[in-house]
């Protein structure tokens, strides 16, 4: 029964990891906490290990998901780098200070900021004219989606300072920056919702394989268990970026949305608690 629902697990919180770009912890740690708390058979799941096992979950969900964007060529690449370099040492630092603050208050704060980038995405804003732009600057990005063709500019100054905050806010709360990557991509720099998602979670590829190594120093892995995961966590990578290349962008956006304010919700009640 354990295995069923591990194996359960490991493919829905995939599933709107991949399809979403979030990475797939907001539905994996709070599911397993739950279910230490209320099963016996999962009572070797302690906080540290949950959140190990998450990221062993989303290494996994994310490199299946990442295979899958690439050989559709959604992913940016160079703007994932550029995004990873400032994510890296923020994540660290974030993880660092994490002993220093209240958590349950700035998880309440983090809760309402999730909620408003979701209601930011329902205001209605045209692409930047990139009109002017030399054809041959390394800054513009082009990205054929659907038949068509979109074009966006990444101030890469801007865009590592935003991964700093995204690496510091993922480190200190223990979720994965997804939840503000994509929309901030969506919202400042136009990207398309399809190449945010695809972006994100190359993003969350590297960073979660990093964060997991200091878990398996740590001793926090349960490799008996983490197998479990393991297979519906790659069925899961895949069926979402399935399904993400699938449907429109509006939809997407919509999804991304609802998501968000429900993620930004159960933020909310956590910190209240």
């Known amino acids: 029964m354990v295995l069923i629902i591990c194996l359960i697990i490991g493919i829905v919180s995939a599933f709107v990891g991949s399809l979403l770009g979030l990475g797939g912890g907001i539905v994996f740690i709070p599911t397993m906490l739950f279910l230490a708390d209320q099963l016996p058979s999962f009572s070797w799941a302690k906080p540290q290990t949950i959140v190990g096992l998450s990221l062993i979950a989303m290494v996994i969900t994310a490199l299946s998901s990442t295979i899958s964007y ?8 160079k703007t994932g780098a550029v995004l990873l370099f400032g994510s890296i040492p923020g994540g660290i630092f974030g993880s660092w200070i994490n002993q220093f603050v209240n958590v349950d208050q700035f998880t309440l704060y983090f809760g309402i900021l999730v909620i408003g980038l ?36 990444i101030s890469i100054p801007v865009a590592f300072i935003i991964s700093i905050i995204v690496g510091i806010v993922s480190g200190l709360f223990g979720i994965g920056g997804g939840a503000i990557v994509v929309p901030v991509l969506i919202l400042l720099f136009f990207v398309p919702p399809h190449v945010a998602t695809a972006t994100s979670m190359f993003m969350i590829l590297v960073t979660s394989f ?7 120093y740590l001793g926090h892995i349960i490799w008996t268990y983490a197998l479990f995961f393991i297979p519906g966590s790659w069925l899961g990578g895949i069926l979402g970026a399935k399904v993400n290349q699938a449907i429109k962008g509006s939809a997407l956006s919509w999804l991304l949305r609802i998501i968000l304010i429900i993620i930004g919700i159960r933020l909310i009640l956590e910190g209240l608690n």
């Open 210 to 216: 990093f964060s997991s190594l200091t878990h398996i």
């Open 70 to 77: 690439a050989k559709k060529d959604r992913v940016d690449f």
């Open 118 to 153: 979701s209601l930011l995405l329902f205001i209605k804003r045209e692409p930047r004219d990139i009109a002017n732009k030399i054809v041959e600057d390394k800054n513009v990005r082009r990205f054929v989606v659907d038949g068509k063709e979109y074009e966006y500019v």
